[in-house]
Each structure stands twice: as C-alpha cells, then as structure tokens.
C-alpha cells in the first residue's frame, strides 16, 4: 500500500540545530500538504504546494520555516535554528486535484515527531 | 478565517454506551470531514458531508451535518474500546481547499 509516507517518525534535536523532514505523497496527488499538531490540539496548517508551486503558506510558517517540492513528486520542510516551540507534530497530507476524485479528504502520513531539547 | 469549535474536549463512556460529538462553524461550510486519530499517529479519514440535512452511516458511527451547513455532529452507537482515539472534525470553504480543523475531541472508551 503506497500511502503517504513521512521521515523521520521521529527526531529529538537541541535548540539551535537544523532539521528537515520529508514527504513522499500518494504517487498521483499532485496537491500536498503540511500541518502542525502540539498536544491537545488540532492541526495547524503551514502551507500546501500544488505541483511543485507553493500556492499558499501559513503566518505560521516564520523565516525560519521552508517548504519546497522541487520536482512535484516529494516535499521537505527545514526548520532552521530549532526553537523548543517547534516541539510537535509535523503531519503531512496528499489529495489529488481533480474535482472528479472522490470528496475531496486529505490523505495523511503518520507524521514527524520533533523534540527540541 | 473559519473556525471550528469542537464538544466535548474530552469524554469516557462506558463501553456499549453511545456517544455524541458537536462541531460548530463561525462560517457556512462547503464541507464538513469528520477523521479519527490515534494518539500520535495520523489521521484517518470517516467520511464527509457537503448538503445540507445530510446524514451519513459507517459502521456505528454516524454524521449528519444541519441544514444551515454551520454544525456537525458524530454519533456513536454502542462504542467499544476500538473507537477510543481522538476525532477532529474539518472544514474547508471550497473544494479544494485547505482544511481547517477543529481542537478534537478525546474519547476513552472504559471495558
């Protein structure tokens, strides 16, 4: 089963160090997402590319944040300079953009624990 | 921005006890997603309402969304520990748009 897919599951980092995750997406959704979940609360989203555009990013998303998805297939998010606020959740979604396919839901990874120590 | 507001936070049932779960809009809604979600893990999709009035069946779950496309809720019938979990109602203003989701609400399902 090709689902979407995120790495690492898990990462424990010290404030002040850099770290990427990726995202490889269902091979034929060419819409992707990104959200941020802390504890006790909902998904927040950061920002979503179609193909390899970003066509919207969250105020969420500070200068320390980057998406990029190059090549329209996988998508890497860096946090620079890790604060112990970016502790969280970082879950990845996929949909394709075709108003004929199914009703439109979010298909999610399993998603990128950060710890910042 | 629209704003989902979810009740309870939080609830424990008795297992073979039925369950309701709200999920209010600050806006009219193109449509409501409802998704479960196990502690840290991601989320799984249950189903989706777009009409007005509509009502929809999974299993012992059911949704149905009000005529005013402004509140959802989740109903379970007879729960049983297998839907413990948190479930997250979201919310997008057109299709194809991002989602915005509600806080979640926690249920524990005690044997």
């Known amino acids: 089963d090709t689902g979407v897919s995120q790495d690492p599951r898990h990462k424990i980092t010290k404030r002040g160090q850099n770290v990427t995750f990726r995202c490889d997406p269902i091979s034929e959704h060419n819409r992707l997402y990104w959200y941020r979940q802390t504890l006790g609360q909902g998904p927040e989203f950061l920002t979503y590319?179609?193909?390899?555009?970003?066509?919207?990013k969250s105020r969420l998303l500070s200068d320390r944040f980057s998406a990029e998805r190059p090549k329209g297939s996988f998508s890497t998010l860096e946090i620079q300079r890790t604060e112990q606020g970016d502790s969280a959740m970082y879950l990845c979604?996929?949909?394709?953009?075709?108003?004929?396919?199914?009703?439109?839901?979010?298909?999610f990874g399993e998603g990128s624990r950060l710890t910042v120590l | 921005s629209q704003e989902l507001e979810q009740s309870p936070q939080s609830l424990i049932v008795q297992e073979g006890k039925n369950l309701t779960i709200n999920c209010t809009s600050s806006?009219?809604?193109?449509?409501l997603y409802w998704y479960k979600q196990k502690y840290g893990e991601g989320l799984i999709f249950l189903m989706m309402?777009?009409?007005?009035?509509e009502e929809k069946s999974h299993e012992k779950i059911t949704a149905k969304l009000d005529e005013k496309k402004q509140q959802s809720s989740l109903h379970i019938t007879a729960s049983q520990p297998s839907h413990a979990g948190i479930y997250l109602c979201g919310a997008s203003p057109a299709r194809g748009n991002k989602l915005t989701f509600g806080g979640g609400t926690r249920v524990l399902v005690k044997p």
């Open positions: 309402l777009q009409k007005g009035g």
């Open positions: 590319f179609q193909n390899e555009a970003q066509l919207e």
């Open positions: 979604a996929s949909r394709p953009q075709s108003r004929l396919s199914g009703t439109g839901e979010l298909f």
């Open positions: 806006k009219t809604l193109y449509g």
